[in-house]
């Protein structure tokens, strides 16, 4: 067995964030570490935290991360977020407070930067999840930001997703049906001694009754917290843990576990076959003739992905 | 030449909404009409509109379809974003202020679902873009959501990029500087009769003089509006005018117009790249067989991957 995987497995944290970095640089060979790993995978807990900057996100992971390390639980935390005072771009009250989880040995924090496009923000998310749970941690929390596709799609890797809002969102409420409220296993409105809070919880109330959100028998609860003080993070932490018993009753059912080692495959196809394609376009000159053809206007590129696609029958 | 093409380019509003349904509903032959659009695109000015939910992003780009109407301009509008009036899941009050433009035959408006997984929230939005271009819009107004990948994304096919904030975000806008301020050509700090204004506006300005946002000479002016009275409107159009003259003379550029086709064309590919495996494997069976050996524990999605793609040579 590889040396560095090994390590990995053995829970040594200066190996784990080697691998870690390796695959955040694209270096040869951390693939091949990952995939020594993949079958160690699959224990731990995930849990998505996700909601616009200034939420308190990062502050309600704080809470999380102290309230699972009391129950001596190991956890990794991953932050999909530029704005999270984990990424190192924090307001200094925020880094001070999470400097306590940075000497704890069972506290592992990595951030994740944004990414160009093709290739997409989350996707180097995926295998450092990989690596937090082949590595022992228990739970592992991956804090994301905003409203956007990166925040459904880890929703899928998530065993339980938080959605965090805050109060004096008023009419706004309503037009988040659509997006955010589809992905949340467990509302959380965070700063709830502002202002609003109860008129917020209305407002997702009414949301929920409409329906649409049922999924499979679980109707997720709302919890009013209160990030700064711990208020209403114990119910928080009860939420989770009743999506986890409920999420591990639909794992029973026949498809489930399929569903999900398929959406993990096609996304790592998906970015293998880009990245192969473009490097043989690259290198055979094909890319640039293709580009000058557009240019000039004599072609499209529709014709030309189909071109190239049917060359790599 | 298709008929169907042939009217889009004679500006036929019915012919164009069909299209559009087409492409979104994946309808073959849909991607053969925008080949034959694709020499006629280039022309229109697109304008992105970012910023959170409730930011007033619908309110400001009514008041710009406002503008550009009165100076004879058509004007297409596409709201990727769940949270839009523009996609019906609006407030009230914001449906009917829209409502006019709904009646302009000079406004052609169309919002683009939320799309799942693999293939990405904004993929339809740039052939719609494509199709309102051909179909003679002078300028095409794309309204996202959030501080995501999307965002992104679509600035990479705009021409300008409005970012829209709002007053009392404090200490967190300092937080943003590594999201959305590097995609930001126009920054708006919209509802600009609330306390803070001027705190944000600073704030704003202290970011940009810490500098790594300067690209190619283009400082981002930052505008001060209330989009429900119209206040700062005038300004915001200039500076988006500025920018477009900006971007005129950066175009003359050599290179510049080469790295927007490759751009498209590599999203393209990988679009239809990821589409033809994914439908191999179905027909094959393949991927029911790697889901399964995944499931047992008997190989990773890696070497899966690799496999596939080896195949394919």
Redesign the interface.
């Known amino acids: 067995m590889s040396d560095l995987a090994e390590k990995v497995l053995h829970g040594e944290v200066l190996s784990t964030a080697r691998l870690i970095r390796d695959l955040d640089d694209g270096i040869d060979g951390a ?1 091949a570490e ?2 020594i790993l ?2 160690h995978t699959g224990k731990a807990e995930i849990i998505g935290i996700t909601g ?3 939420a308190g996100k990062s502050t309600l992971v704080n809470r999380l991360i102290e309230n699972f390390r009391s129950r001596g639980k190991r956890v990794g935390v991953i932050a999909v977020d ?2 999270s005072p984990f ?1 190192g ?3 200094l009250g925020d880094r001070i407070r999470m400097q306590n989880h940075f000497n704890d040995p069972g506290v592992f924090i990595r951030s994740v930067a ?5 290739g ?3 996707s180097s998310a995926y295998e450092i999840i990989k690596v937090l749970d082949a590595f022992g941690s228990d739970v592992i929390l991956v804090e994301t ?9 880890i929703a ?1 890797a998530a065993h339980t997703s938080v959605v965090v809002l805050t109060p004096g ?1 008023g ?2 409420i ?6 955010i409220l589809e992905i949340a296993d467990v509302l959380v409105v965070n700063k709830a001694d502002r202002e609003g809070a109860q008129v917020t919880v209305q407002g997702l109330r009414r949301l929920l009754e409409m329906g649409g959100f049922d999924r499979k028998g679980w109707k997720p609860p709302i919890c009013l917290t209160v990030g700064t003080d711990g208020t209403g993070i114990p119910e928080l932490v009860q939420a989770v843990d009743q999506h986890r018993e409920f999420w591990n009753r639909q794992k029973a059912q026949p498809g489930f ?2 569903k999900r ?10 970015g ?3 990245s ?3 490097v043989s376009l690259r290198r055979s000159g094909s ?1 640039d003739e ?3 053809r ?2 000039r ?1 004599e072609s ?7 071109k ?2 049917k060359l ?2």
Chains 1, 2 share one sequence.
């Not at 944004?114 to 093709?118: A, E, S, V």
């Not at 309503?174 to 997006?179: D, E, F, P, S, Y």
């Not at 499209?300 to 189909?306: G, L, R």
């Open positions: 693939i990952l995939k993949y079958p616009a900057p200034g530029p704005t990424s771009g924090a307001v944004t990414r160009g496009h093709l997409g923000l989350s930001v905003g409203v956007g596709q990166d925040e459904v799609e899928g969102m009419d706004e309503q037009n988040l049906k659509a997006g576990e399929n080692r398929e959406e993990d495959f096609l996304r790592i196809l998906q293998q076959a880009i192969k394609l473009i890319l293709i580009v000058s557009l240019v206007g499209d590129p529709y014709s030309e992905s189909e190239v696609l790599g029958d």
